[in-house]
């Protein structure tokens, strides 16, 4: 039986939420395709467009995929802070040597 290390749940933790910001952006896009690509006709709203659904019920849909994203988005910059801080710090710290370098 091969060697197998129990994955950390700090790990799993950031999968997860990366496979979910992901797919919350992807839904997003999708849903704000679909209604930019909706005619713009009074009754629009009362026509099926895509899936039996209509243009304002894609409209609601987008919203609250919206704030899913936002959400997943904030949880992400949480659980990643150390590493968007170091990230940060490097670009700054590059940018300042090159200007220093090229005085």
């Keep these: 039986m091969p060697n197998r290390r129990p994955i950390k ?3 799993y933790t950031r999968a997860i939420t990366a496979i979910a910001l ?3 952006w992807v839904l997003s896009a999708f849903s704000g395709l679909v209604l930019w690509l909706a005619p ?23 919203f609250w995929i919206c704030v899913a994203v936002v959400a997943v988005t904030i949880i992400h910059i949480i659980l990643d802070w150390k590493a968007l801080r170091g990230v940060i710090r490097y670009m700054t710290s590059v940018h300042r040597n090159k200007i220093t370098r090229i005085e």
Excluded at 40 to 62: C, D, M, S, Y
């Design 9 to 11: 749940v700090k790990v």
């Design 22 to 24: 992901i797919t919350a």
């Design 40 to 62: 713009e006709v009074r009754q629009a709203g009362k026509q099926p467009l895509l899936f039996n659904i209509t243009k304002q019920e894609w409209g609601e849909i987008h």
